[in-house]
């Protein structure tokens, strides 16, 4: 079985935001990155389903060189191999183009990918693949099985769950708990040095979208505390002051 898992890279979410370029721009300078927590669970269940079936999984980002590192790790937890689009991932019709090209090429049996990003948490993109591949795309898959060519999933909807079987191929948009995160051991970092790495140039693709601006989120306003006997006060500020209610 062949199992393409895309992965993003992205800010640390621990790291401070800032912009530059009349903020036009995501200033990059001290920010750590990772691989998408989303994507870190698809890579797991891929990793596991690989181990149950045999085949191979492959790991793919769009981003420029500076990704590489974030491919290196990806290797590391236990892709076999790692494919990145040499392109900046400028929005999500653009990502998902480059993806269905190799997935296409690839003739993968299996896409997974996070249900979305943690940077601009769009949420489109395993659709548009799913579109562009007209292959069915299910998300978010929270549990995801094997069985003689059929998927066996759980998916998460308003109020419930939601369990669904498709033949594979498909394309699956993952969230947790399909797996447990998978911390690269020494062996496998060392075996990621040698794994093979392959960039290929974009597909072209018209620009959709620009970016005017950038926002930080408004500052936390000062926290007041009721004492648990003063229920009064605590409703007379939610609806004379705060107007909540």
Aim: hydrophobic content about 40%; aromatic content about 6%.
């Amino acid at each position: 079985m062949k199992i393409l898992v895309c992965i993003t890279h992205v800010p640390d979410t621990t790291s401070k935001i800032s912009f530059t370029d009349n903020n036009t721009k995501f200033d990059k300078n001290g920010v750590q990155f990772i691989i998408g927590p989303y994507d870190d669970y698809a890579l797991a269940r891929a990793v596991e389903l690989k181990e149950q079936h045999s085949g191979t999984v492959t790991a793919l980002n769009v981003g420029e060189a500076e990704t590489e590192p974030t491919l290196r790790k990806a290797l590391a937890i236990g892709a076999d191999d790692a494919i990145r689009v040499n392109a900046f991932p400028s929005d999500a019709f653009f990502v998902a183009t480059q993806i269905a090209k190799v997935a296409k090429e690839g003739n993968y049996d299996l896409i997974m990918m996070g249900r979305e990003s943690i940077d601009f948490n769009g949420g489109i993109v395993h659709s548009l693949v799913g579109e562009m591949l007209a292959l069915p795309s299910i998300s978010p898959v929270m549990s995801l099985d094997i069985e003689n060519g059929l998927a066996k999933m759980t998916r998460e909807i308003e109020g419930g769950k939601e369990f669904l079987e498709v033949a594979l191929p498909f394309v699956a948009g993952c969230q947790e708990p399909i797996a447990e995160w998978k911390i690269p051991n020494m062996r496998g970092i060392m075996a990621s040095r040698t794994k093979p790495l392959e960039v290929v140039e974009p597909e072209k693709v018209e620009d959709g979208t620009s970016v005017k601006s950038f926002e930080l989120p408004p500052p936390k306003g000062d926290v007041k505390i009721f004492e648990s006997d003063k229920i009064d006060e605590l409703v007379d500020e939610l609806i004379n002051k705060a107007k909540v209610i």
